[in-house]
């Protein structure tokens, strides 16, 4: 169930994805944290800090999931998707075709054991996209990726929509 402080949550990092991407002023920030390879790199930008003040971050599995997060929103383009990232990755490319991302891909994926694991999946996930993805969706995805308990129930969540679209695709 969402909350008002989710929804809180929610809109901060739309309102700071949109600014990255609209303001003109911030491109050289947001194509720093696209050029990241590390979650190390996203640690030690101005973003980062500046949006862990502005959400109140405050233990270090919040940074995990923040800098996961903010590492692989920059990779985004387009926000504007009504699927989930689980449904989005399991759609076909066109008629008699695979998967945007492989069953086998999308397993490593759900394995990810840390943050730092999932970012370099979740990158690949982004490029396979066409980096084009529901930032509500993937913003909490990352968020929770390390949280012992909501993590869990976001990987059974992604797999329940990526395995529902691939089986009505079939």
């Not at 695979?98 to 054991?113: C, D, H, T, V």
């Not at 059974?156 to 679209?165: T, V």
Request: proline fraction near 1%; include cysteine.
């Amino acid at each position: 169930m969402q909350t008002q402080a989710d929804d809180d949550w929610t809109a901060k990092v739309h309102q700071w994805w949109n600014d990255l991407n609209d303001n003109r002023a911030r491109r050289a920030e947001r194509a720093e944290l696209a050029r990241a390879h590390r979650l190390t790199e996203i640690y030690l930008t101005p973003t980062f800090a500046q949006l862990r003040m502005r959400l109140g971050r405050k233990t270090e599995r919040d940074d995990q999931g923040l800098a996961l997060m903010v590492g692989v929103l920059a990779q985004v383009r387009d926000g504007h998707v009504s699927d989930s990232l689980g449904a989005a990755l399991a759609r076909k490319t066109g008629a008699g075709s695979r998967s945007k991302m492989s069953g086998l891909r999308f397993r490593r994926l759900l394995q990810a054991e840390g943050a730092e694991d999932a970012f370099q999946h979740l990158r690949r996930a982004m490029a396979l996209l066409g980096r084009q993805a529901n930032i509500r969706d993937l913003a909490e995805v990352c968020r929770d990726w390390t949280h012992p308990y909501r993590g869990a129930s976001q990987r059974k969540r992604l797999a329940i929509d990526y395995y529902g679209i691939a089986a009505s695709e079939d």
